[in-house]
């Protein structure tokens, strides 16, 4: 039962319908969002709401009534499928208002025939406010962050806060930075959602660093980030007195919070979602990576922004999607504090030395459900059985891994906090909802059937009146016969009169007489047959027709207790949760290492970076699935001799020898060695790096203006601006871009730069040979190159790194095996022997020499009549033909030429 449609008589006449009036009031109220109205069991959207999402969701538009004098588009989603076009709308930018019915139709009936049902606003789906499990991806955290700015005074620079939090886990963080940091920040936490004060746009280069976040960026009043109500908002939501029990914040950190805080209880309608108190972190507490060099390293996705062949994809054995979503924040945060790095390494040996315990472990999280947002979902009410069933699950196998976990000793730091954390989880709380719910379970709760059998009578009762009720009236009809003794007597229902009991007229007599008229009620008396009714069918008859609704209702009620009991634990069953992650994290890692021949790395203070026999990670396996095996290679490039710098390696070699690989792989080793993992490798020490830059590869950025060369020079801008004694630096192909000389003078002094001002360990590929003799000049530099070997004028790339510098590039035999014609091929090398010849220092006079070459000049003008040099102008076009390259107009333009050459060749005089 629905209330009148927006789309009834009256809107057909112009009028505006009370529906439709409800409607353009919520509306109004949310501007901003496509509103998602609920009539029935649909959602239906209407005007421009409709037009977009339509054309967005590729569903039917249709137009039907009218509203000041204009037909209403009109579409609508069915509800059982709204969350698959909510997936679609947030995937494509848009934000939704989800408008709810607030009660059942009767209930509006009830006030009258016109009334209408309740209908509000119960949240704002933005896509940094997903919880659905289906709306979100379960390897990835889904990060809602908020910027803060601090403008200096009396010269001082700003100060920027950014606060970030998981909806969909309770993970809530903050951290201050200076100017400079803040775009490997954001490129870090990687938002779905940016909360900015509107005004922080107006900055024409701050608004460029923020759409680089890649974020949906929100303009919020100013208000959301007011400080000196930031505290008490914070402390309000988090019902305290005072925030010291969480730590000490600025109050720019508090500004940031606080406007997340007020976006989740504004999005979320009221509803509080199980946030975590912020948590702090230093900005020097992890390796600062900037975008640039994320993306050319491909930490967490391609180039082509693919999972497949990042560094994530290839060393992810995690089985839980917490486990992967935390691998995936350490890796894109690796730490620079020894300590901690060391409790990482030595949960993962924990796992690497107990096989037999690892195996059983990771088979008993492969059973374990995501804990954290189901927890979630319960507490927003947004939550079904199986959400029930997963805490139910997890709690189940925390109490398992604890059990497992614990006979080993010494269990290390972060073992052990674990472990902790699984014992203290309300394991009796699991226990208690397996056992009340079904094994079969619906995924909504207003489904029903959920609740096991035997759990509650009442239930039981209602289910079997509902369910069995033919079984019921035909016991109840046995006893009544054995009461009346009458064989023939029969229970019925029609419309009228609903259940009774019918007997022929010959025993109507009996039933009506003393001691039957004391049970049976007489009602009807018919030509062939007499009937009653009993107190007992008609209490019955009330039971069957709301059999079905008590049975929801007590399920409904089941539920209720058992989340209300969940949401109470909240705390213990998060904090096992973020265990159960710590342990697949572990525990995968020792998998990998095991598999893979990873080892162990040293992680110190020290300025140490020697790798032995390092392999990069990616490429290895893609290797292997071709058969190919990876050639490992050694890096040194720390302090040596007691000099408070790192070495700077000049590498050369070919093109496709290997040489950005090797800089790649022992960047990424850096990266693995500080998330906490063993490393592919022979042996490696590192000592921490707090930067991280790379400089590899090459990409215009058109939308800027920017060219190749320029973005190469602006990433260079960045590395020798910022890197310091403790970063790493990996530079390719530095001045390639530009004229040879200028390209070489830049590269030149880029080295200079890095030596005597920068400091840091650093590897440097080139092609500008003349490089390598800043070794005689500057300490710390040394030359690496790659081996290759040169077979009938072939190269063959041996992918190994020696000292020394290499003698030549070998362009033009890496040019042939990229399948460049052959024509082409024998005439590079013999323009490259003439240019060898000459030195280089005379290119024009050597171009001419060139027979076409210098055709070649000639060739675009328009054909003259050269005289006795005719003849041999068309020996010169002959030669310059390659007929397999010609397309027929080209050829036959050739042919004119020719023509024409040959015609003045035969011009008298």
């Given at each position: 039962?629905?209330?009148?449609?927006?789309?009834?008589?009256?809107?057909?006449?112009?009028?505006?319908?009370?529906?439709?009036?409800?409607?353009?009031?919520?509306?109004?109220?949310?501007?901003?969002?496509?509103?998602?109205?609920?009539?029935?069991?649909?959602?239906?959207?209407?005007?421009?709401?409709?037009?977009?999402?339509?054309?967005?969701?590729?569903?039917?538009?249709?137009?039907?009534g009218k509203h000041l004098g204009q037909d209403i588009p009109m579409c609508g989603v069915p509800?059982?499928?709204?969350?698959?076009?909510?997936?679609?709308?947030?995937?494509?930018?848009?934000?939704?208002?989800?408008?709810?019915?607030?009660?059942?139709?009767?209930?509006?009936?009830?006030?009258?025939?016109?009334?209408?049902?309740?209908?509000?606003?119960?949240?704002?789906?933005?896509?940094?406010?997903?919880?659905?499990?289906?709306?979100?991806?379960?390897?990835?955290?889904?990060?809602?962050?908020?910027?803060?700015?601090?403008?200096?005074?009396?010269?001082?620079?700003?100060?920027?806060?950014?606060?970030?939090?998981?909806?969909?886990?309770?993970?809530?963080?903050?951290?201050?930075?200076?100017?400079?940091?803040?775009?490997?920040?954001?490129?870090?936490?990687?938002?779905?959602?940016?909360?900015?004060?509107?005004?922080?746009?107006?900055?024409?280069?701050?608004?460029?660093?923020?759409?680089?976040?890649?974020?949906?960026i929100v303009p919020v009043p100013r208000a959301f980030f007011d400080g000196a109500t930031a505290?008490?908002?914070?402390?309000?939501?988090?019902?305290?007195?005072?925030?010291?029990?969480?730590?000490?914040?600025?109050?720019?950190?508090?500004?940031?919070?606080?406007?997340?805080?007020?976006?989740?209880?504004?999005?979320?309608?009221?509803?509080?979602?199980?946030?975590?108190?912020?948590?702090?972190?230093?900005?020097?507490?992890?390796?600062?990576?900037?975008?640039?060099?994320?993306?050319?390293?491909?930490?967490?996705?391609?180039?082509?922004?693919?999972?497949?062949?990042?560094?994530?994809?290839?060393?992810?054995?995690?089985?839980?999607?917490?486990?992967?979503?935390?691998?995936?924040?350490?890796?894109?945060?690796?730490?620079?504090?020894?300590?901690?790095?060391?409790?990482?390494?030595?949960?993962?040996?924990?796992?690497?030395?107990?096989?037999?315990?690892?195996?059983?472990?990771?088979?008993?999280?492969?059973?374990?459900?995501?804990?954290?947002?189901?927890?979630?979902?319960?507490?927003?009410?947004?939550?079904?059985?199986?959400?029930?069933?997963?805490?139910?699950?997890?709690?189940?196998?925390?109490?398992?891994?604890?059990?497992?976990?614990?006979?080993?000793?010494?269990?290390?730091?972060?073992?052990?906090?674990?472990?902790?954390?699984?014992?203290?989880?309300?394991?009796?709380?699991?226990?208690?909802?397996?056992?009340?719910?079904?094994?079969?379970?619906?995924?909504?709760?207003?489904?029903?059937?959920?609740?096991?059998?035997?759990?509650?009578?009442?239930?039981?009762?209602?289910?079997?009146?509902?369910?069995?009720?033919?079984?019921?009236?035909?016991?109840?009809?046995?006893?009544?016969?054995?009461?009346?003794?009458?064989?023939?007597?029969?229970?019925?229902?029609?419309?009228?009169?609903?259940?009774?009991?019918?007997?022929?007229?010959?025993?109507?007599?009996?039933?009506?007489?003393?001691?039957?008229?004391?049970?049976?009620?007489?009602?009807?008396?018919?030509?062939?047959?007499?009937?009653?009714?009993?107190?007992?069918?008609?209490?019955?008859?009330?039971?069957?027709?709301?059999?079905?609704?008590?049975?929801?209702?007590?399920?409904?009620s089941v539920f209720d207790e058992l989340a209300a009991r969940v949401i109470a634990a909240a705390?213990?069953?998060?904090?096992?949760?973020?265990?159960?992650?710590?342990?697949?994290?572990?525990?995968?890692?020792?998998?990998?290492?095991?598999?893979?021949?990873?080892?162990?790395?040293?992680?110190?203070?020290?300025?140490?970076?020697?790798?032995?026999?390092?392999?990069?990670?990616?490429?290895?396996?893609?290797?292997?699935?071709?058969?190919?095996?990876?050639?490992?290679?050694?890096?040194?490039?720390?302090?040596?001799?007691?000099?408070?710098?790192?070495?700077?390696?000049?590498?050369?070699?070919?093109?496709?020898?290997?040489?950005?690989?090797?800089?790649?792989?022992?960047?990424?080793?850096?990266?693995?060695?500080?998330?906490?993992?063993?490393?592919?490798?022979?042996?490696?020490?590192?000592?921490?790096?707090?930067?991280?830059?790379?400089?590899?590869?090459?990409?215009?950025?058109?939308?800027?203006?920017?060219?190749?060369?320029?973005?190469?020079?602006?990433?260079?801008?960045?590395?020798?601006?910022?890197?310091?004694?403790?970063?790493?630096?990996?530079?390719?192909?530095?001045?390639?871009?530009?004229?040879?000389?200028?390209?070489?003078?830049?590269?030149?002094?880029?080295?200079?730069?890095?030596?005597?001002?920068?400091?840091?360990?650093?590897?440097?590929?080139?092609?500008?040979?003349?490089?390598?003799?800043?070794?005689?000049?500057?300490?710390?530099?040394?030359?690496?190159?790659?081996?290759?070997?040169?077979?009938?004028?072939?190269?063959?790339?041996?992918?190994?790194?020696?000292?020394?510098?290499?003698?030549?590039?070998?362009?033009?035999?890496?040019?042939?095996?990229?399948?460049?014609?052959?024509?082409?091929?024998?005439?590079?090398?013999?323009?490259?022997?003439?240019?060898?010849?000459?030195?280089?220092?005379?290119?024009?006079?050597?171009?001419?020499?060139?027979?076409?070459?210098?055709?070649?000049?000639?060739?675009?003008?328009?054909?003259?009549?050269?005289?006795?040099?005719?003849?041999?102008?068309?020996?010169?076009?002959?030669?310059?033909?390659?007929?397999?390259?010609?397309?027929?107009?080209?050829?036959?333009?050739?042919?004119?030429?020719?023509?024409?050459?040959?015609?003045?060749?035969?011009?008298?005089?």
């Amino acid at each position: 039962m629905t209330e009148h449609s927006p789309l009834d008589e009256d809107a057909a006449a112009g009028h505006v319908t009370p529906v439709m009036a409800q409607f353009i009031e919520i509306k109004a109220a949310n501007p901003d969002c496509l509103l998602f109205f609920r009539m029935g069991d649909f959602y239906e959207l209407f005007f421009d709401d409709a037009e977009v999402a339509s054309r967005a969701l590729g569903i039917t538009l249709t137009k039907r009534g009218k509203h000041l004098g204009q037909d209403i588009p009109m579409c609508g989603v069915p509800l059982h499928t709204a969350d698959d076009y909510l997936q679609r709308l947030i995937a494509l930018g848009h934000r939704v208002a989800v408008c709810e019915q607030m009660e059942d139709p009767a209930e509006a009936r009830k006030r009258g025939g016109k009334s209408i049902v309740r209908r509000d606003v119960v949240r704002l789906v933005t896509p940094g406010t997903l919880t659905e499990e289906n709306l979100l991806d379960s390897r990835r955290s889904n990060w809602l962050a908020g910027l803060a700015r601090s403008r200096g005074s009396d010269g001082t620079a700003d100060r920027f806060a950014l606060a970030w939090l998981d909806m969909s886990t309770g993970t809530f963080r903050l951290c201050e930075c200076e100017p400079a940091g803040l775009p490997a920040l954001l490129a870090r936490v990687e938002p779905k959602e940016l909360l900015v004060p509107d005004n922080l746009l107006e900055d024409d280069g701050l608004r460029q660093v923020v759409k680089t976040a890649g974020a949906e960026i929100v303009p919020v009043p100013r208000a959301f980030f007011d400080g000196a109500t930031a505290h008490d908002r914070l402390a309000s939501f988090y019902a305290v007195r005072s925030l010291d029990a969480f730590g000490l914040f600025s109050r720019l950190e508090l500004s940031a919070a606080a406007a997340l805080v007020a976006y989740v209880e504004k999005t979320q309608v009221g509803n509080r979602p199980p946030l975590d108190p912020p948590a702090r972190e230093r900005e020097s507490g992890a390796m600062a990576i900037d975008a640039a060099t994320r993306a050319n390293l491909e930490l967490i996705r391609t180039m082509a922004g693919e999972r497949r062949g990042s560094l994530l994809a290839a060393v992810d054995r995690t089985v839980t999607g917490s486990g992967a979503r935390l691998l995936a924040d350490r890796i894109a945060c690796p730490l620079t504090d020894p300590e901690t790095i060391r409790n990482r390494l030595d949960a993962v040996d924990l796992f690497v030395a107990e096989p037999a315990l690892r195996a059983r472990v990771r088979e008993d999280l492969r059973r374990t459900p995501d804990m954290a947002r189901a927890l979630t979902r319960l507490t927003l009410g947004r939550g079904g059985p199986r959400d029930l069933a997963a805490l139910a699950a997890g709690l189940t196998a925390a109490a398992a891994l604890a059990e497992q976990i614990a006979t080993v000793d010494p269990l290390g730091a972060e073992i052990a906090a674990a472990v902790k954390a699984l014992r203290a989880a309300p394991h009796q709380l699991g226990l208690d909802i397996a056992a009340t719910l079904a094994d079969e379970l619906p995924l909504l709760k207003r489904d029903g059937g959920f609740v096991r059998a035997g759990c509650r009578g009442d239930l039981d009762e209602a289910r079997a009146l509902r369910d069995e009720s033919r079984q019921v009236i035909a016991s109840l009809q046995s006893t009544y016969m054995s009461l009346s003794d009458i064989r023939s007597l029969k229970i019925r229902h029609n419309g009228v009169l609903g259940y009774f009991v019918e007997v022929a007229p010959n025993y109507g007599a009996a039933m009506m007489a003393e001691p039957l008229n004391r049970t049976f009620i007489h009602r009807q008396t018919l030509a062939n047959a007499v009937r009653f009714s009993t107190t007992e069918l008609g209490e019955l008859e009330g039971r069957i027709a709301s059999a079905g609704e008590r049975a929801l209702g007590i399920e409904l009620s089941v539920f209720d207790e058992l989340a209300a009991r969940v949401i109470a634990a909240a705390s213990p069953v998060k904090r096992a949760a973020e265990a159960i992650a710590v342990i697949d994290v572990a525990s995968a890692l020792a998998d990998l290492a095991e598999a893979e021949g990873y080892v162990r790395p040293r992680v110190d203070d020290s300025l140490a970076f020697a790798i032995d026999a390092g392999r990069h990670p990616v490429v290895e396996q893609m290797l292997r699935e071709d058969g190919a095996t990876f050639v490992a290679n050694g890096c040194d490039v720390g302090t040596r001799d007691d000099q408070a710098a790192g070495q700077l390696w000049l590498v050369t070699g070919p093109n496709m020898a290997g040489k950005s690989t090797f800089l790649r792989q022992n960047a990424l080793i850096a990266v693995l060695a500080q998330a906490g993992s063993h490393v592919p490798a022979r042996s490696a020490h590192i000592g921490v790096v707090d930067r991280l830059f790379s400089r590899v590869g090459a990409a215009d950025d058109l939308a800027r203006g920017r060219s190749t060369f320029m973005v190469e020079m602006i990433e260079t801008a960045a590395i020798l601006n910022q890197a310091g004694p403790r970063a790493f630096v990996i530079l390719d192909e530095i001045g390639r871009g530009t004229a040879t000389y200028d390209g070489l003078a830049i590269a030149w002094a880029t080295v200079e730069h890095l030596h005597e001002v920068n400091r840091s360990r650093a590897l440097f590929a080139t092609h500008y040979h003349e490089l390598t003799a800043l070794n005689e000049r500057l300490a710390r530099v040394a030359n690496a190159t790659v081996k290759v070997k040169e077979w009938k004028g072939d190269v063959v790339f041996l992918h190994e790194i020696v000292p020394g510098a290499a003698d030549r590039s070998y362009g033009i035999q890496v040019a042939k095996l990229a399948g460049l014609p052959a024509v082409v091929v024998d005439r590079a090398r013999s323009v490259l022997e003439e240019l060898e010849r000459s030195g280089g220092n005379n290119a024009p006079a050597v171009l001419d020499d060139l027979p076409l070459f210098s055709a070649a000049r000639r060739r675009p003008a328009p054909p003259v009549d050269t005289g006795p040099n005719t003849e041999n102008e068309i020996t010169l076009l002959l030669a310059a033909l390659q007929p397999d390259d010609l397309t027929p107009r080209e050829a036959l333009e050739e042919l004119y030429r020719l023509k024409a050459a040959f015609q003045r060749s035969v011009k008298p005089g």
